[in-house]
């Protein structure tokens, strides 16, 4: 039995190591402590009870999951508690698994983007412009469609019903799959913001494997690629200049951007002085608008997750119980990740 998997199962389902001693029999806190550092055995029958409380397939702990979900982005971080995060970080964990584990059956998109590192000389803004070149987006137009243009590069993203600090994660799988998970509850501009900032932690500090120097700030690197990549400075400069209240709500349905998001934006370019910035910020504090912003603006719809589920039920005729069995994951694991649509409209291929 892979004890890391045991730590992964009991931190899944929330128990500490005590409140998980208390519910076995015969098994003490200490003993447990000393398996899941790997020092010392438990009996076959305190193992089998382990794994039928936790309710997770006894295959599932001679699994190797060691996907890495760095980088989080929580609001508010410190009011995060340790089990929230543990269970995040578990969830995004077995999305992963499950991607690599669907690619036993069928062909995700190749990732065709290019990775770049900063060390090299780069800016976060040049390569965000870099990036819209590659996709070829015009110069003066917002990124509409955009969670079905990173799909189309190769990168899978999820959406999760997840705690109201939690904004999103970027990471590869263990078989070097792309992917980014956002939070499904938020408003579409912060999802849209979330997703361009997951996507240069993709390109600069995750695909390419690039070793980053630690007096680097990851976080400000994808921020200043999300305002450039979603507000290219050519393009909307001009436009931030002598920027009022009232202008902020056509701005946000050009760019589809939040109003935060564009004030700070025209002050990181210089048009905006850090009086207007403090007075604009304390206004959008007024009128409540920090909580909830006006104007919805588009979004589309992530699908190819959802797709290469529905491929395995729908054409490959996998039952979400057969699906768990050949997985080695609970039922319940799948239908919280997995059974949320029935639509279903793939160009996904069936690995022959």
């Known amino acids: ?88 970080d578990y969830s995004n964990k077995l999305i992963g698994y499950l991607v690599d584990q669907m690619a036993n059956s069928i062909e995700w998109p ?114 200043l690629f999300a305002s450039e990549f979603l507000m290219p400075e050519d393009a909307i400069k001009n436009s931030l200049r002598g920027l009022k209240l009232s202008y902020l709500s056509e701005l946000k349905r050009y760019w589809l951007t939040s109003m935060a998001s564009l004030i700070r934006r025209a002050k990181d370019l210089s048009v905006l002085s850090n009086d207007k910035y403090t007075y604009l910020n304390i206004e959008l504090s007024r009128k409540g608008y920090r909580k909830r912003e006006p104007i919805d603006v588009y979004i589309d719809n992530s699908s190819l997750f959802r797709n290469g589920y529905l491929l395995h039920t729908n054409e490959l005729e996998y039952s979400d119980m057969e699906l768990a069995k050949a997985f080695n994951l609970p039922l319940d694991v799948i239908e919280k990740f997995c059974n949320n649509s029935k639509s279903f409209n793939s160009r996904l291929k069936v690995v022959n």
């Open 1 to 88: 039995m892979n004890y890391k998997q045991l730590i992964f199962a009991r931190e899944y389902r929330g128990f500490t190591q005590t409140q998980l001693a208390k519910r076995i029999e015969g098994l003490s806190q200490s003993n447990l402590s000393k398996f899941e550092k790997g020092v010392s055995l438990l009996s076959d029958d305190i193992i089998h009870k382990i794994i039928s409380f936790l309710n997770f397939p006894v295959e599932f702990f001679d699994q190797r999951i060691s996907i890495v979900c760095e980088d989080a982005d929580y609001r508010k971080k410190a009011s995060v508690t340790k089990t929230q995060k543990s269970e995040l």
């Open 110 to 223: 190749e990732f065709k983007l290019k990775a770049m590192d900063l060390e090299e000389g780069y800016s976060p803004q040049y390569v965000a412009k870099y990036i819209r070149k590659l996709l070829k987006l015009k110069k003066d137009e917002p990124v509409r469609d955009i969670y079905h243009l990173l799909e189309s590069q190769g990168i899978i993203v999820v959406e999760l019903d997840a705690i109201d600090k939690f904004d999103g994660v970027s990471f590869l799988t263990d078989d070097g799959y792309p992917i980014i998970v956002t939070n499904k509850s938020f408003s579409n501009d912060r999802k849209r913001f979330t997703l361009a900032h997951e996507l240069g932690h993709i390109i600069m500090h995750k695909a390419g494997g690039f070793p980053i120097p630690e007096f680097r700030n990851r976080e400000e690197e994808a921020n």
